[in-house]
């Protein structure tokens, strides 16, 4: 080794050496030296700032452009649209040529050709622009990512004129955590869980908030965007909507905001919230504070572990002219409050759908359910008696306590297929163009993803039953989770209707998508499209 190195050392001297010779040679030039004029100018070319290409990959059948497609070239660079559908190609080296490109995106597709290869090969030259079309897959539409930096940065670098005022990075957020939004004030409120920032790998673990109009009050068509409007602190990052609490949890979570009215007759926004170390320390009741700007606590629950919270996505209902919050905080909506404060903020009230007998609890085979004297299972909504799982409902059914004629509330089936549809999460919302309850519901254990499966399904009251599902959007490997239904946004009378969830890396061994990774991301769905096999509303029993 000492020896090699000896050797590498006598090499480089004589080579210093002869470069000092050449350049101290009589009549050469420094420029000379340097290179030829043809090599300067050669050098000088390849430092020229070039105009990007542009690819637009847009929906074969909207036109629209899809954001989070995959563009990828021989050489494996990656590029992804932004959400504007678009990518800025400026690679050195790759223009004014014939570039492949490799095409992908969960629940789009195009063709193969006959190497297996699914792409297109595209003339790159600066300035220029190409769009490309793929195939939806997917029932539902994707429109474009919520939240996070570089929303629209590929358009901006191409110079186009983008729908949202903060198309790059808006309150310094790099990713958030699923969504929760309510009318209030006359406003839209939007409420996130853990929030990334540019500064440090930790960011804000005590709920993010924003506002943004309405779109009849001069807020964005939901088609184009949305403009958040975020609570921040003078560093401009996020601020906490979620000040310490007693219980001394670093971290603080929201579901299930809801609006009632206090003592004094004023309207309140509400929420359920969970504390965190990162085990859960507590739940309860918090209200929000129109002055500061932030969540105080009305009321601690006495159990962190007790069933009796808010939390999931709300939906108000009214039923034999009482209103009511209903909660999918245990997956599906099988919890309720009645929509008045003190009821919110006393946990006795919150009432389980369930077929247990009343003050009963899931005892596996020894479970009592309730029965009439003509031993009709009797269903209905019980206080003091825990909720009855998707999954419970499923092994009572097994143990034959729920037999074959009893009603069944939660059992969902692939229209297709009949496979069962298990849920992780849901969102349910009432829908007045198909007079029936609407749910979007995330998957557990799908065939292509672990919680990456969304699916539509109806049902003539809240609670179900919930009997017949339809797949609606599909993810290779990655996550989607906590979807929630926007009813604020519903076009033609709830035939249109908009959700998002949270398009996340985890649970799964995939690459974080840049940018969309740990985001929202919202779609929309068409009640009218063939492909969901709806039945028509007049001719429904």
Known sequence: MVLKMKMWKQAGAWTCAALLLVTMAPGVTPAQAAGSSAEQKAGSTLKTVQEPFMIKVVDAETGRGIPLVELKTTNNILYYTDSAGVVAFDEPGLMDTTVFFHMSSDGYEIPADMFGNRGQ?????PGGSVTLQMNRVNIAERLYRVTGQGIYRDSLLLGLNTPIQQPVINGLIMGQDSVQTIEYNGKLYWFWGDTDRPAYPLGNFRTTGATSELPQNGGLDPD?????KYFTKEDGFAKSMVPTLPDGGNMAWIFGLMTAKDSTGKERLLTGYTTL????????????????????????FPSKDDWRHPGGQATYYEENGK?????TEHRIPNLRVAASYDAITDYTQYESFTCLTPGAAYDGANTSLERDQNG?????????????????????????????????YYQLKDADTGEEVSLAQSSVEWNDYRQRYVMIGQQ??????????MWYAEADSPQGPWTTAKKIITHNNYTFYNPAQHKFFFKDGGRVIYFEATYTNTYTDHTPTPRYNYNQVMYKLNLDDPRLGLEPVQNRK
Do not use: C, H
């Open 444 to 453: 557990v254990m799908g065939k292509t993803s672990v919680l990456g499966e």
């Open 224 to 228: 184009v965007g949305v403009n958040l």
């Open 277 to 300: 170390n990162p085990d859960i320390v507590a739940r309860g009741i918090l209200v929000f504070n129109d002055q500061t700007e932030q969540f105080e606590q009305a009321v601690q």
């Open 121 to 125: 090969a595209v003339e790159v030259t």
């Open 376 to 408: 009709k299972l009797v269903w209905g909504w019980k206080k003091n008696t825990p909720v009855l799982t998707q999954d419970q409902e499923k092994e009572l059914i097994g143990f034959g306590l729920i037999k074959a004629d009893d009603p069944r």
């Open 323 to 327: 209103g009511y919050w209903l909660f």
